[in-house]
T-cell receptor, first 108, second 112 residues
Framework: AQRVTQPEKLLSVFKGAPVELKCNYS??????LFWYVQYSRQRLQLLLR??SRESIKGFTADLNKGETSFHLKKPFAQEEDSAMYYC??????????FGGGTRVLVKP | DGGITQSPKYLFRKEGQNVTLSCEQN?????MYWYRQDPGQGLRLIYY???????QKGDIAEGYSVSREKKESFPLTVTSAQKNPTAFYLC???????????FGPGTRLTVL
């Protein structure tokens, strides 16, 4: 069965510093990978998907099939990036599987 | 976002009482889901439904029940058998089971 691991429960960085949220997955096929974000008092929403290969709010994520990773990166963190982030995977024919989540705190 | 509503936003119940949380969507999605979110524990799947009149247990179904009589609606009942019902409950939907999910605003249940 597929599994998504986010090793950091909490990531604390200063404003302007780079931030990288780690996501590793276990699945032998070709997965679809996503990052969801939940800002304070807002609903959980899709941040980006790997097939789009786009940058959203300055965040990018690259699928590394060799390392089975999909880390989320932003070169210069902003205070408004403080939120809960979930990595998620869809394996063929199956529902979305979420990682345990990483809380990001950007300090001024 | 939008298209998925949950009510109420806050719910208080006495211990031992059953309570039903509402989830409605007008996105014409076939699949719907219920998650529980606790601090430090991420999202945990309670139940999901692939299609009307069908639903499956998730990872933590004990003490919960659901129904899916209409495509638009997927209510969750938290029964008195649920040992720790106080939590934030999220409903989601997707076009099909293997598609990205869209989430509702959540219901915070507090059992006194």
């Amino acid at each position: 069965a597929q599994r998504v691991t986010q090793p950091e429960k909490l990531l604390s960085v200063f404003k302007g510093a780079p931030v990288e949220l780690k996501c590793n997955y276990s699945y032998s096929g070709s997965p679809e990978l996503f990052w969801y974000v939940q800002y304070s008092r807002q609903r959980l929403q899709l941040l980006l998907r790997h097939i789009s290969r786009e940058s959203i709010k300055g965040f990018t994520a690259d699928l590394n099939k060799g390392e089975t990773s999909f880390h989320l990166k932003k070169p210069f963190a902003q205070e408004e990036d403080s939120a809960m982030y979930y990595c998620a995977l869809i394996a063929a024919g199956n529902k979305l599987t979420f990682g345990g989540g990483t809380r990001v705190l950007v300090k001024p | 976002d939008g298209g998925i509503t949950q009510s109420p936003k806050y719910l208080f119940r006495k211990e031992g009482q059953n309570v039903t949380l509402s989830c409605e969507q007008n996105l014409n999605h076939d699949a719907m889901y219920w998650y529980r979110q606790d601090p430090g524990q991420g999202l945990r799947l309670i139940y999901y439904s692939q299609i009307v009149n069908d639903f499956q247990k998730g990872d933590i179904a004990e003490g919960y029940s659901v129904s899916r009589e209409k495509k638009e609606s997927f209510p969750l009942t938290v029964t008195s058998a649920q040992k720790n019902p106080t939590a934030f409950y999220l409903c989601a939907s997707s076009i099909r089971l293997d598609n990205e999910q869209f989430f509702g605003p959540g219901t915070r249940l507090t059992v006194l």
